[in-house]
């Protein structure tokens, strides 16, 4: 404890300093980035360097007991044009047949694991897929992770014991999105409007 002036202003400075605002983080700026596109530049050819770059992170991240459960099948070329039409997308806007002929991602990764049964499996999926979302983010991509796709032929890509979980798309996107606040209750499934696909969000700290 300080017992002079001197000492009790340095005390106090640090206390500042200490609690002084952050700066807004990157991750904020990238979080909002993250957002599901369901049409992409076709021109720009994802590569495998960017999809193992992208794949990469799981190397980084936590996951229950370390265990470590799951793995990631890059596709590219041909195998992902063919790939294609065996993703949905746009569940709440079928309307639109999402993706549109030309706007469609020619990369994908299907993660995959031998270890359906284990409980904490789904978890540490989730860590993964956000985690590779915001790296393909970070990188000046987008992506999309996609639950409804045909299981039969993902696993037909996968090495014998392998079951699929879930895909994940990278591209360029072109979707102009937007997140909307919205309060509880109110409607929450995404819409179109003048181009510009927009994503409702509850504000959802319990008070
Ligand atoms: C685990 C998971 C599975 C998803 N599966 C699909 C899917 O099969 N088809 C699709 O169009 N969107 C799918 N999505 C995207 C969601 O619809 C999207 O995250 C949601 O509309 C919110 O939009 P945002 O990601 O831009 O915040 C999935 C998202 C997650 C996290």
Redo the contacts with the bound molecule.
């Keep these: 404890m300080a017992d002079n002036y001197l000492e009790r202003q340095m005390e106090d400075l640090q206390k500042r300093k200490n609690r002084r605002v952050a700066k807004p983080m990157l991750i904020n700026t990238l979080l909002k980035r993250?957002?599901?596109h369901?049409g992409y530049d076709s021109s720009y050819k994802v590569t495998i360097e960017e999809l193992e770059r992208i794949i990469m992170v799981n190397t980084l991240t936590g996951c229950t007991k370390n265990q470590q459960i799951l793995r990631f099948k890059p596709i590219i070329g041909k195998e992902a044009a063919n790939f294609v039409q065996h993703?949905?997308?746009?569940?709440m806007l079928p309307e639109l047949n999402?993706p549109a002929e030309g706007r469609e991602p020619n990369a994908f990764i299907i993660v995959a694991t031998k270890e359906l049964e284990n409980k904490w499996t789904y978890l540490d999926l989730?860590i993964s897929?956000q985690s590779m979302m915001l790296k393909a983010v970070s990188m000046g991509l987008n992506g999309?992770?996609?639950?409804?796709?045909n299981k039969k032929a993902a696993k037909d890509l996968l090495p014998d014991d392998y079951e699929p979980l879930?895909v994940v798309a990278i591209g360029k996107g072109i979707e102009k999105?937007e997140?909307v606040p919205v309060q509880e209750g109110e409607p929450i499934a995404?819409y179109r409007k003048d181009g510009i696909h927009y994503?409702p969000?509850i504000q959802n700290i319990i008070i």
């Design positions: 993250n957002r599901s369901r993703i949905k997308l746009g569940a999402l989730g897929l999309i992770c996609i639950g409804s796709f879930i999105i997140l995404y994503v969000k």
